[in-house]
């Protein structure tokens, strides 16, 4: 059974960076085969995606986060990754990363990587 586990998160003050990553543990499941994602969820709100990165490369990204935020897949470690500029205190969220086929996602939610953005 493939697990998802993110990393990376943690607590850093606006205008700070993170880079997050997203390796799957379990059995083999190739990220480069698959559309992968980005998510976050604030307590309270609907989880929201966050930046894509299709099987054929096509990366979108929601809103502005495009001029701060880069998704990016590590083949050769079969891993995503976020890295995450300038950050703000809005962008504080659970992120989560997935894998979807044609919007559905494949697998159910782990646990996140909590990010904190506060002075």
């Known amino acids: 059974q493939v697990q998802l586990v993110e990393s990376g998160g943690g607590l850093v003050q606006p205008g700070g960076s993170l880079r997050l990553s997203c390796a799957a543990s379990?059995?083999?499941?190739?990220?480069?085969?698959?559309?992968m994602g980005w998510y976050r969820q604030v307590a309270g709100k609907e989880r929201e995606l966050v930046a894509r990165?299709?099987?054929?490369?096509?990366?979108t990204y929601a809103g502005s986060l495009k001029n701060r935020f880069t998704i990016s897949r590590d083949n050769a470690k079969n891993t995503v990754h976020l890295q995450m500029n300038s950050l703000r205190p809005e962008d504080t969220a659970v992120y989560y990363c997935?894998?979807?086929?044609?919007?559905?996602?494949?697998?159910?939610w782990g646990q996140g990587t909590q990010v904190t953005v506060s002075s």
């Open positions: 997935n894998a979807d086929r044609g919007g559905t996602m494949i697998f159910h």
């Open positions: 379990g059995s083999k499941f190739s990220m480069y085969a698959n559309a």
């Open positions: 990165i299709s099987r054929g490369g096509t990366i």
